[in-house]
């Protein structure tokens, strides 16, 4: 399997920014894609402000910033950008309608040796995978918000995908300085069918009276040492996010163990998504 150099990231949102951002400052050459230029503006303005924060913290010097940013190329299409890259990370908001109309052009323009990852926290990645000629060349690469921070990597095999490409996957998160973890395809995967009955479980406490939300984060940060409540967690993911992931789950299994707390559905539908809209279970 040959070395990956040249990676193309679709998406540059808070995941998509996050992966370009660690791809680039570990040299790899990096084309981060957007849908309009606006959207480009913003990912490459955080990124700067990520870097920087890095640079105050004496983790990089503003050469290795400058560096870094010279490393990503925006680009506004998908055909150009992937045309030459030997890995396309997708990162793109979980709709499987919109990851199914990517895999499919990604796979029409990538090279033949081009393996494509999906970072979807809980779409099936042998789905993905089914909408490709390459289905062996398909695996699932899950980072963590914040991407710079967070050192796991979750890679999941898809039903067909190739031992070789799981390997060059593990070696280049490493390459990351992340610690890669393998798992096979299922609802979820390792870490949301984890977390996130944890997080169902913290807002049904809030539903049923048992605690307020400030009471039950508490519990689990003093008591578990976890640095965030599950509930300001919930509102930094997305309460949204959480509900896609849950109903995934839900779905899946067809187990009543997932099912979403109805207060979460409450609080989707009257648009309380957490940090992305000001308020969820605390306000920001
Ligand atoms: N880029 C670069 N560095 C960043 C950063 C970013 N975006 N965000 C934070 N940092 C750095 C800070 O500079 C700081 O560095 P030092 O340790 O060198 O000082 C460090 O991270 C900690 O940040 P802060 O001091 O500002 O804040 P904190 O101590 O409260 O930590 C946190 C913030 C890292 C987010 C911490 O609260 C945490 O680990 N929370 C849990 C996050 C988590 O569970 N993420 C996974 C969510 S699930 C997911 O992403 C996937 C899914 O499928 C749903």
Same mark, same amino acid.
């Given at each position: 399997?040959?070395?990956?150099?040249?990676?193309?990231?679709?998406?540059?949102?808070?995941?998509?920014?996050?992966?370009?951002?660690?791809?680039?400052?570990?040299?790899?050459?990096?084309?981060?894609?957007?849908?309009?230029?606006?959207?480009?503006?913003?990912?490459?303005?955080?990124?700067?402000?990520?870097?920087?924060?890095?640079?105050?913290?004496?983790?990089?010097?503003?050469?290795?910033?400058?560096?870094?940013?010279?490393?990503?190329?925006?680009?506004?299409?998908?055909?150009?950008?992937?045309?030459?890259?030997?890995?396309?990370?997708?990162?793109? *908001?979980?709709?499987? =309608?919109?990851?199914?109309?990517?895999?499919? =052009?990604?796979?029409?323009?990538?090279?033949?040796?081009?393996?494509?990852?999906?970072?979807?926290?809980?779409?099936?990645?042998?789905?993905?995978?089914?909408?490709?000629?390459?289905?062996?060349?398909?695996?699932?690469?899950?980072?963590?918000?914040?991407?710079?921070?967070?050192?796991?990597?979750?890679?999941?095999?898809?039903?067909?995908? =190739?031992?070789?490409?799981?390997?060059?996957?593990?070696?280049?998160?490493?390459?990351?300085?992340?610690?890669?973890?393998?798992?096979?395809?299922?609802?979820?995967?390792?870490?949301?069918?984890?977390?996130?009955?944890?997080?169902?479980?913290?807002?049904?406490?809030?539903?049923?009276?048992?605690?307020?939300?400030?009471?039950?984060?508490?519990?689990?940060?003093?008591?578990?040492?976890?640095?965030?409540?599950?509930?300001?967690?919930?509102?930094?993911?997305?309460?949204?996010?959480?509900?896609?992931?849950?109903?995934?789950?839900?779905?899946?299994?067809?187990? *009543?163990?997932?099912?979403?707390?109805?207060?979460?559905?409450?609080?989707?539908?009257?648009?309380?998504?957490?940090?992305?809209?000001?308020?969820?279970?605390?306000?920001?």
């Amino acid at each position: 399997m040959s070395e990956i150099k040249k990676v193309a990231v679709i998406g540059g949102g808070t995941m998509g920014n996050g992966i370009a951002h660690v791809f680039a400052m570990n040299g790899y050459d990096v084309k981060l894609i957007e849908t309009a230029q606006e959207f480009v503006d913003r990912a490459m303005n955080t990124i700067d402000k990520n870097l920087s924060r890095m640079v105050a913290k004496e983790k990089i010097s503003e050469a290795e910033k400058e560096a870094t940013l010279d490393r990503i190329q925006p680009h506004l299409t998908i055909p150009g950008a992937v045309l030459d890259a030997d890995l396309i990370v997708e990162a793109v *908001p979980e709709s499987y =309608e919109l990851k199914k109309k990517i895999f499919t =052009e990604v796979d029409l323009h990538a090279p033949e040796h081009a393996i494509i990852a999906s970072n979807t926290s809980s779409i099936s990645i042998t789905k993905l995978a089914a909408v490709t000629k390459r289905p062996e060349k398909v695996i699932g690469m899950h980072f963590f918000n914040p991407v710079p921070v967070m050192k796991l990597v979750e890679v999941i095999d898809g039903l067909e995908t =190739e031992k070789q490409v799981t390997e060059s996957i593990m070696q280049t998160s490493e390459k990351l300085g992340k610690v890669p973890v393998s798992a096979n395809d299922s609802p979820g995967f390792v870490s949301n069918r984890v977390l996130m009955p944890m997080i169902n479980e913290a807002i049904f406490c809030v539903y049923e009276g048992v605690a307020d939300p400030e009471a039950v984060d508490n519990v689990m940060k003093m008591g578990m040492a976890h640095p965030m409540g599950p509930l300001r967690l919930a509102d930094f993911i997305g309460l949204d996010v959480c509900l896609d992931i849950l109903n995934v789950l839900y779905d899946g299994f067809k187990d *009543p163990k997932y099912r979403p707390c109805p207060l979460l559905v409450k609080m989707v539908d009257a648009g309380k998504l957490g940090d992305k809209t000001g308020e969820g279970f605390f306000t920001y």
